[in-house]
Structures are given as C-alpha cells and as structure tokens.
C-alpha cells in the first residue's frame, strides 16, 4: 500500500527523475506528475463507471411527513444501487447496544446496581439487585417518542438471568405492557420480541431484574413500529409523471401514505412516491462514491493497496504521452489495461439475473393426492 508521496516518488523512480520530499509547493514537470496521479485515479473509477468495491457505501434518510423529494446522505454519490432501497421502520431507542455506556438511559433502582457492564467482553446493561426481592431491585429506563395508538415491536437481547420489561405511560410505569423475558439456561444469551400498542406520544421502557441478586444483562434493544421492512420499486421519473404525479402533489391528506416506490431525479436526488405520510420511516440504500482527490504526503487512495501499481502506470502513460513518447506510453497502455482486467476478474462480482415467483402472475391448481 503507498500513501500519495510514496506513489508520484514511484512515478519519478520510473522516469529516473529527482525524487522529492512533498506533493506541497512543487512546480513544473514535478508538479505535472502530482496532478496526474490523482487524474490517474479517476480515471482507474472510469473504467468500470466509478462501481469498484472500495467506492461502495450504504446510506439512510429519515423522512419528513408530507415530503417527496430528498438528498442521498453523502455529496459524493456518482451512482445509486437501484435494487437497494429499502424502507423500514426506524428504531425509537437511543443507545440500545450500549456502546456508549449507559448514555440516553435513566436509573430507577431500589437498592439494587443498573450500570455499564462489559463482564462478558462487550458493552451491555448490567442489572444486579441486591436481595431476592422487589425491594433490591436494579432497573433502568428510558423515555421514548412514539405515535399514539400505534402498534410496536421490541427486540431484546439478555444474558445470565431472567429480566422484567415494563412498558408504561410513566417513568417506571407499566399500564402498557409487563412481561418477564425467561431465559431457558441461565448463563445463556436470548432474544425476545415483544409488542405493544402505544397509548400516549412518550412511553417508558424499563428493564428490572429483582428475582435473585445474580448480575443479569440487556444488549441489542430494538424499537420499531410493528411493520415489516419492504423494498421499494425503482419507477422512472417519465412514468412518475404519467401515472402517480397528478395525484401526489395535492397537498390533500389522501395524497400521502407508506412510500412504494422510489424515483431516480435528474437532479442527483430521489423522490419517494407516494409522499411519506409520517417522520418515522428510514430508508436505506447503496451507493458508489466519487474519488476523492489525494492531498496531503500520507492520503491513501481508496483503491485496494494490492492494486497501487495501476495508479503509476496510468500516470507513466500520461507522462509517455505528453512527452511525445508513443511507444513507450503503448507498452505501458498495455500493461494498464491488462492490469484492469485482473482487477475486474478479481473484485467485481457479476450479479445474475433471478426470476422469483413474486416477480409471475403463477395460477397453480393441486389435485388430491
């Protein structure tokens, strides 16, 4: 792996040019190699219209009640996984796997310990109580913002010993919901899922363990509105406007709901249709990311260090080229060329094309048997 010195001094070796010290306040020819190094590097993203793996990321927006069109979580998007987007519901806890200590979550202990517990090697919740009654009970709880009669899903991971899980209308409450979470083994880690339809916008979630003076742990909580995440359609924006337009920019309550498709506008942005009725849908989706130039001595390029060597027979090309060396930058276009081969071979998975049955109008007819 060369950093960006390391690659414009491998430049220079080849030409068996001055070496130099910093790719800062350079002129000149030396200058020229610089700036191609990172003209190199987009046009290394080029060959395969910028998707290599090491441009790949993931992004998510949270949407806004009666808002159609959004930004992509980054400026640098150059192309979008269009099978990627998927809409889910976003997770009201702050916090929920501890891995900043017990931040977002409030004590409600009655002689018992609620505390950051990393026993185990990995940040969780530790509730110790210290009688085998109520009275010593350890339990921590947290304040969430929900929808009003709204039905959700709690996931919970917990270790050691058995834990209560409350849901109530205040600190501590638990007129929603109360349900033990029983470990079959103690020692063994669980999950659990739990629902419950919420009566207020503020809930109370609450874990407690006062059944022993055993340490128990909590990990992985998890709060959703209780729907399955669904992929949206990718629909082009000339059938937007021909079949679902006229109706989704009324500002009319009918005009909006749960989001089906996504749209793909010319302006590097997408439109969700139909126009989300709520602020508590996530979308998520993949992305290939722009080269970002290199600027300073030790910047190193994204591309994968195995693959460094292209970067310098790119530049050498150019280099050849500019200084009216045609066979020279020949010999070295061959071997850059056969080089992105090898990288195409190694690191792009070429995805094939599946029919499910979801995707067929299938008419099946059983017989007896």
């Given amino acids: 792996m060369a950093n960006y010195l390391e690659l414009c001094q491998q430049v220079l070796f080849e030409l068996n040019e001055a070496n130099i010290s910093t ?3 350079s002129s000149g020819f030396t200058q020229y190699v610089i700036d191609t190094v990172n003209r190199s590097m987009r046009e290394i993203d080029s060959e395969e219209r910028g998707e290599w793996p090491w441009n790949y990321n993931s992004g998510s927006t ?5 808002t159609a069109d959004y930004s992509y979580a980054s400026t640098q998007v150059r192309s979008v996984d269009k099978e990627s987007f998927i809409l889910e519901p976003t997770d009201v806890v702050t916090n929920g796997t501890f891995d900043s200590a017990v931040t977002g979550w409030t ?3 009655a002689g018992g310990t609620a505390a950051y517990s990393n026993a185990s090697g990995y940040g969780r919740l530790g509730l110790t109580p210290s009688a085998a009654t109520s009275t010593g009970a350890a339990a921590m709880y947290q304040a969430l913002s929900v929808t009003a009669g709204e039905k959700y899903r709690v996931y919970t991971q917990v270790f050691n010993d058995d834990i209560v899980l409350t849901v109530g209308t205040t600190a501590a409450g638990s007129d929603i919901l109360t349900k033990t979470l029983t470990l079959d083994n103690k020692g063994d880690g669980k999950f659990f899922d739990s629902t419950f339809e919420s009566t207020s916008t503020t809930v109370y979630l609450q874990y407690s363990a006062s059944a022993s003076t055993e340490l128990s742990e909590v990990d992985s909580v998890v709060c959703v509105e209780d729907f399955k995440p ?5 629909t082009s924006l000339d059938e937007w406007r021909k079949r679902y337009s006229q109706n989704e920019t009324l500002s009319s309550p009918a005009a909006h709901g749960r989001p089906q498709r996504v749209v793909l506008t010319q302006n590097r942005k997408f439109k969700l249709s139909p126009p989300p009725d709520k602020n508590t849908y996530k979308i998520r989706y993949d992305y290939w990311a ?4 290199l600027s300073t001595n030790a910047s190193i390029p994204a591309l994968y260090g195995q693959y460094h060597d292209v970067i310098v027979d790119r530049t050498l090309y150019h280099v050849h080229l500019m200084r009216s060396d045609y066979e020279a930058a020949d010999r070295i276009k061959k071997r850059y060329e056969d080089r992105i ?3 195409r071979s190694e690191v792009v998975t070429d995805e094939e094309d599946y029919m499910y049955t979801s995707d067929l109008n299938v008419n099946i007819t059983y017989s007896g048997v």
Avoid: F, R
């Fill in 23 to 25: 790719v800062t306040a």
């Fill in 62 to 66: 949270t949407t806004q009640a009666g």
């Fill in 341 to 343: 081969n090898d990288m």
């Fill in 230 to 234: 669904v992929s949206l359609k990718v």
């Fill in 107 to 109: 004590s409600n202990s």
């Fill in 290 to 293: 722009e080269t970002t130039d």
